[in-house]
């Protein structure tokens, strides 16, 4: 069996007032600062999903909390720790098969955050069913959208799942640093995130996120600076 | 209290009908998993690869690894050891354990039992084989250390069992992290274990380190017996029709397994010793007890299940085998553990969202077999997914490459999406398509890129190419190929391979 190097006096995830802590630049998107516990995210973007997801995911895994993601083969793990994902808090489950809505509803029982790329069509039953159990194991549901600007699949899962989710978290726009024609190397991106949903007041609400390498030249995500109450 | 064991060194390669001084070994995976004595006299060690193998032993038959077929041919030995002695506890198919105090005061003394069971077991063989088979047993004060002395064919004299076990290596235990958490320590051999203060151990490692600390201290555990639990834990079903064949009994035994592990798990416990019964249509039985290494999960009883049955009804002769199909199936925990004593922790008691993750994960794995769920370790490489491994949930990390440098390395930050199968995409610059000289020259500079059924769009920025020629002494695996990075006016930053003058996307900077 694997097991998880839990770093000294963590405390247990159930701490931060109902919700889970994130990073900086997302606490400051999100009504106190955190991740509520029992409810769902979708997040979109033609460019930039996957590193918004990272970020999420960064703030929640450092505080000790497991995550699962389902149905992406493609997911870059050597990038999920750089963001500061552990990888020894990380499951993956690349190809769920036919099952996959009882696979998600086992992980919501097993870990605080699953991460759904939607293998099909969800029946309004089957999405109420999962989002109730998300809600008794005070598990997040993260709906991603999986369609990107190079991938050359349908229409957009997100908009496909029955009910939208509490919260969505849109990459609007994404900019790499570093690179000039001839010349250089990837270095930072910057990407716009609109956020919105049930329980955030008022207008969608923008920040910034950057991702990469940040100017001391650490990958982010390794420095924390969880905002809780 | 007093165990036996009984030890068949190297048994694959009896069950084969092969003798120990043959050259043979056995392959699982790709690598050696055990060999002849003869082998290894040779040099053949497990872990190797068939052509190091080889290469030390020319003249080395190779089978393939076979547990199905090691359990068969060893339960007409376990028949014969039940006449002798009532209650044997099997292991895996070449070893076997089982009370002492009993069968020594009935056979005389710990010698005389000893010897009595080398040589009906020794005379058993040599009918049936034709071959003359090692056999040893061995007898220590705990079942952990019998099974150690029974390699070394030695009767360990009561009270003497810690001094026995003091220099042997800590991966004896058989638990991983406590073996890293050790070694890290400065700790290497059972001895400098044993020396540990208990309550220190305790404290510091949780309750499984500190039952490894007792094994080491020459103890006997005393199992959490069923009678205090005062509750049956089994379960069963019929099979109707009776199944006469290996396969289908098996998979009946697939839901039952599961059903047992979930009754366990309610309970907080998980099974160490498991019972298996199976009854015919015309009331013949074969029970047998199996142990495990350290608990069963659904996967090993499903195993037990299948070695047992293809022991009673695939069995070489005709006697051997049951005159009808199983009828019915019973599946009993006969030793049970509490779970929160499994795990060791390296720096305290897990916290609760760890055992629940690791519970959660473990049902998963049930639903969608071994390899449905995995989790990633860091290593050595070059290329995008070559600097990560995915290891299959519930399997143990295997070991990897230190870090080390590996020229031409793509430099952080990583992509976060690479395409199990690159994207095919062509790439023009102002003078046709950008191709690679043989001397790494770019053509012209790219100025669009096309993907399969869109339309073309500008290259905002790019760099490279970065050489990769790897392997150029192997012709199969010799690569040449340069990468380029480069970002897109609406498709994003990718990370692309180009290879005799073929573009792909590798790996996409989402």
């Known amino acids: 069996m694997a097991l998880a190097l839990v770093q000294p006096n963590i405390p247990d995830s159930t701490d931060f007032a109902g919700g889970l802590p994130l990073v900086t630049e997302l606490g400051a998107l999100l009504p106190g600062g955190i991740l509520r516990r029992g409810g769902s995210v979708g ?28 149905g992406l083969p493609a997911l870059g793990v050597e990038a999920a720790n750089e963001f500061g994902v552990s990888l020894d ?33 969800c029946r309004p039953g089957d999405a109420s069913r999962l989002l109730a159990r998300a809600r008794e194991r005070h598990s997040v549901l993260v709906l991603m959208d999986g369609q990107l600007a190079i991938s050359p699949s349908g229409r957009s899962a997100l908009a496909r799942w029955p009910q939208s989710p509490d919260l969505t978290l849109a990459a609007t726009e994404s900019s790499w640093s570093g690179l000039t024609p001839g010349h250089g190397t990837l270095h930072h991106c910057s990407i716009s995130v609109a956020a919105s949903g049930r329980r955030l007041p008022g207008p969608r609400r923008t920040g910034q996120v950057t991702t990469g390498q940040t100017t001391t030249g650490q990958a982010t995500g390794r420095r924390l600076n969880a905002v809780a109450r | 209290m007093r165990f036996l064991a009984v030890y068949f060194p190297n048994w694959s390669v009896t069950a084969a009908g092969y003798s120990q001084d043959e050259q043979v070994a056995f392959l699982h995976a790709g690598t050696i998993i055990g060999c002849s004595t003869a082998a290894h006299t040779d040099g053949v060690r497990p872990g190797q690869r068939r052509r190091e193998a080889k290469r030390h032993c020319p003249m080395l038959t190779i089978l393939t690894h076979d547990s199905d077929r090691d359990a068969k041919a060893f339960e007409p030995l376990i028949t014969a050891l039940t006449q002798l002695v009532p209650r044997i506890e099997i292991t895996t198919p070449g070893l076997c354990t089982m009370a002492a105090a009993g069968p020594s005061r009935y056979y005389g003394s710990e010698q005389a039992l000893a010897k009595l069971l080398n040589e009906e077991l020794s005379s058993d063989l040599l009918e049936r084989t034709n071959q003359p088979a090692t056999i040893r047993v061995g007898i220590a004060d705990s079942r952990f250390a019998a099974g150690l002395a029974a390699r070394h064919a030695a009767i360990i004299a009561p ?54 600390h007792q094994l080491a201290r020459g103890e006997h555990r005393e199992p959490l017996s069923i009678h205090e639990i005062a509750q049956v834990l089994a379960v069963s079903t019929e099979l109707d029709p009776p199944a006469e064949r290996v396969d289908i009994a098996t998979f ?48 090993t009883i499903i195993e037990r299940v299948r070695w047992q049955l293809s022991g009673w009804l695939d069995a070489g002769t005709k006697d051997q085998r049951p005159t009808a199909g199983i009828m019915l199936l019973q599946l009993h925990a006969d030793e049970v553990a509490g779970t929160a004593d499994l795990q060791v922790s390296l720096w305290g008691e897990m916290s609760d969202t760890d055992r629940r993750a690791v519970r959660g994960l473990d049902r998963v794995r049930g639903l969608l077999g071994p390899g449905g769920v995995v989790t990633a370790v860091l ?52 003078h046709g398509p950008v191709g690679i000289s043989m001397r790494g020259e770019i053509s012209n500079s790219p100025t669009q890129l096309r993907l399969p059924n869109r339309n073309w769009q500008a290259i905002t920025a790019w760099a490279g190419p970065w050489l990769i020629d790897e392997r150029w002494w192997d012709r199969q695996t010799h690569r040449r190929q340069a990468r380029f990075q480069l970002t897109t006016a609406q498709a994003g930053a990718h990370l692309c391979t180009v290879q005799r003058n073929r573009w792909w996307i590798e790996a996409t900077y989402d």
């Open chain 2, 252 to 299: 009946a035994a697939r839901s039952l397994a599961s059903e047992l592990i979930d009754l366990l798990a309610r309970r907080g416990l998980a099974c160490t010793v498991l019972r298996i019964d199976a009854q015919t249509e015309h009331g013949e039985t074969l029970t047998r007890l199996w142990r495990a290494s350290t608990v069963f999960d659904a996967e």
């Open chain 2, 379 to 430: 290593r050595g490489g070059r290329g995008p997914g070559d600097r990560t491994t995915l290891v299959p949930w519930g399997e143990p990390t295997p070991a990897l490459d230190p870090p080390m440098p590996w020229p031409g390395q793509v430099t952080s930050p990583a992509p976060t999406l690479i395409h199990p199968q690159p994207i095919p995409v062509e790439v023009i610059g102002d």
């Open chain 1, 43 to 70: 997040i979109s973007g033609q460019t930039g999903q996957t590193s918004l997801l990272l970020k999420l995911l960064a703030g929640p895994v450092a505080n000790g909390s497991w995550v699962a993601v389902i």
């Open chain 1, 89 to 121: 808090r990380l499951a993956l489950v690349p190809d769920p098969g036919t099952a996959w809505l009882d696979v998600t509803a086992a992980l919501l029982d097993a870990v605080d955050i699953v991460v759904l790329y939607p293998q099909g069509n």
């Open chain 2, 159 to 212: 009270g003497h069992t810690e001094e026995f076990l003091a220099p042997f290596p800590i991966s004896t235990l058989g638990i991983d992290d406590l073996t890293i958490l050790s070694h890290r320590l400065g700790i290497h051999t059972l001895g400098q274990f044993a020396k540990l203060p208990t309550r220190s151990v305790l404290s510091r490692f949780g309750t499984a380190a500190s039952a490894a």
